[in-house]
């Protein structure tokens, strides 16, 4: 009789240190899942927020004469970037002659269609330095014309770090460029072109606008 006393008394002492561990190793569940919710959670809310702003076409540009861009509109840098090059070059005021003499040469699908250009591009007052006579003789021998223009254009797109050095053109020969963005000159005979405003995006060309028509 006291053996089977014993036996039950073990039994149910062995049944109560088990449920006694269980509930103890539920516990320490509980309080690491506790623990590890509060860490993801206190990550989450020390997490940095997110920026918001949109960045400009502006911010990538560089030059003396990028301030005398229009400031919206089609013209404007944010303006440019969503229209290929040519088209783009016709919303800017610096560049109707250029726009002009695109025209006049055909060459106007050509550089809108391709897919990557580098352009140099004269403003209206690099045109108005060529005497008049000369202008639009130059204007009305397309051969001519077209050679010049295509002597401003490189077959790919070039930021201002890879643009630097000998480029190959459209027109079969090169340009050197020299600098970088705080002062950059293409080689053009005796006197230099000055890069006025560069890095300018559109949507197929990067464009530098120049304060020379570059000759061949």
């Given at each position: 009789?006291?053996?089977?006393?014993?036996?039950?008394?073990?039994?149910?002492?062995?049944?109560?240190?088990?449920?006694?561990?269980?509930?103890?190793?539920?516990?320490?569940?509980?309080?690491?899942?506790?623990?590890?919710?509060?860490?993801?959670?206190?990550?989450?809310?020390?997490a940095p927020?997110?920026?918001?702003?949109?960045?400009?076409?502006?911010?990538?540009?560089?030059?003396?004469?990028?301030?005398?861009?229009?400031?919206?509109?089609?013209?404007?840098?944010?303006?440019?970037?969503?229209?290929?090059?040519?088209?783009?070059?016709?919303?800017?005021?610096?560049?109707g002659t250029?726009?002009?003499?695109?025209?006049?040469?055909?060459?106007?699908?050509?550089?809108?269609?391709?897919?990557?250009?580098?352009?140099?591009?004269?403003?209206?007052?690099?045109?108005?330095?060529?005497?008049?006579?000369?202008?639009?003789?130059?204007?009305?021998?397309?051969?001519?014309?077209?050679?010049?223009?295509?002597?401003?254009?490189?077959?790919?797109?070039?930021?201002?770090?890879?643009?630097?050095?000998?480029?190959?053109?459209?027109?079969?020969?090169?340009?050197?460029?020299?600098?970088?963005?705080?002062?950059?000159?293409?080689?053009?005979?005796?006197?230099?072109?000055?890069?006025?405003?560069?890095?300018?995006?559109?949507?197929?060309?990067?464009?530098?606008?120049?304060?020379a028509v570059?000759?061949?």
């Amino acid at each position: 009789m006291k053996n089977t006393t014993f036996k039950r008394t073990g039994a149910l002492a062995a049944t109560a240190l088990t449920l006694s561990l269980g509930l103890a190793a539920c516990g320490d569940d509980a309080d690491e899942t506790s623990t590890a919710s509060e860490d993801t959670s206190s990550e989450t809310t020390d997490a940095p927020e997110e920026e918001t702003a949109e960045a400009s076409a502006s911010d990538q540009v560089f030059g003396p004469a990028c301030s005398a861009v229009p400031q919206d509109g089609k013209g404007s840098f944010d303006g440019m970037v969503q229209d290929p090059v040519a088209t783009a070059a016709s919303n800017n005021p610096l560049l109707g002659t250029l726009v002009t003499a695109v025209g006049e040469a055909g060459l106007v699908d050509t550089l809108n269609d391709a897919e990557a250009l580098t352009v140099f591009a004269p403003t209206d007052d690099a045109f108005g330095a060529i005497p008049e006579e000369d202008l639009n003789a130059v204007l009305a021998d397309k051969e001519t014309l077209t050679a010049i223009l295509t002597h401003h254009v490189i077959g790919e797109q070039l930021d201002p770090d890879a643009v630097v050095g000998e480029q190959d053109t459209l027109n079969g020969d090169t340009l050197t460029i020299n600098g970088d963005t705080d002062g950059m000159t293409v080689e053009n005979g005796d006197t230099p072109a000055n890069v006025l405003c560069g890095n300018i995006p559109t949507a197929n060309a990067t464009v530098y606008v120049v304060d020379a028509v570059l000759m061949p």
